[in-house]
């Protein structure tokens, strides 16, 4: 698999675990707010097998494998790399944008990930400006249901700002993070998921794009309204600073 940067370890990114990381490369969306597709386009690229080796070096301390990107399901060495992990018995936490829900599947079938981080760009009719993808529907609605079914998993959504015009760009309102909940509910059949409301956190000079770089941190208050209203379609959503 390609890797575009790697951590050696991290308490933060897999609950529950010490966690290596590894981003991989490349995305299919382009995310108005992404700030880690600027960078892996750039990074030298990390030798999978100088990883693995590392890992093994580590497996004493370091139990989990966190893999994000960009997106890592648009790799064909996915899934050998997951194999190698799991062949030296490290937990894997896949991070996705749901945008390839058959490579889900295999990764479900074969009993690949233990947990599941799935995006949730924001409500559906506002997916195409959020992830600069105009044909993800199909393909994401596939994949909230089929992450539901994996060992353990979460939805999350960052509270960026919408390019909803020229002119007009403003955080995700609390009805459309309403919107965005009950969607997973009604995909699922189920209301007890796990689900993430995010800051979004501008970068000077990092985000794919620039106009979104002179909005402040999503504003507390607005956060904690969405919270408070999603709670009543998702009873375990949480906030995550
Ligand atoms: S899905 Fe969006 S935020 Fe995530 S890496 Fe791709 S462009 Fe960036």
């Known amino acids: 698999m390609k890797i575009g940067a790697a951590l050696g370890f991290n308490l933060i990114d897999y609950p529950g675990k010490i966690a290596a990381v590894a981003f991989a490369p490349g995305c299919n969306y382009t995310c108005p707010h992404c700030h880690a597709k600027p960078i892996l386009g750039t990074a030298a690229p990390i030798n999978e097998d100088d990883f693995l080796k590392y890992l093994i070096t580590v497996k004493d301390w370091v139990n989990g494998v966190v893999i994000c990107g960009g997106e890592p399901t648009l790799q064909p060495g996915l899934v050998p790399f997951i194999k190698k992990l799991r062949a030296e018995c490290f937990s894997v936490k896949l991070d996705t944008n749901g945008s390839n829900p058959q490579v889900l599947a295999q990764l479900l079938s074969d009993k690949l990930v233990d947990y599941v981080a799935m995006d949730i760009k924001g409500p559906k009719f506002l997916w195409p400006s959020l992830s600069g993808n105009a044909g993800a529907e199909t393909a994401m609605m596939e994949s909230i249901a089929t992450v539901a079914r994996f060992p353990d998993y979460e939805y999350r959504t960052t509270v960026a700002p919408v390019v909803r015009g020229d002119e007009d760009i403003s955080f995700l309102t609390v009805p459309e993070m309403v919107s965005a ?12 998921h796990k689900y993430y409301v995010q800051k979004f956190v501008p970068r000077k000079n990092g985000l794919l794009d620039p106009r979104l770089e002179v909005f402040p941190e999503t504003p507390p208050q607005l956060l904690q309204d969405i919270h408070e209203e999603v709670l009543n379609y998702l009873p375990n959503c949480q906030l995550r600073g």
């Open 181 to 192: 909940a009950r969607l997973i509910a009604k995909v699922t059949g189920r209301a007890d």
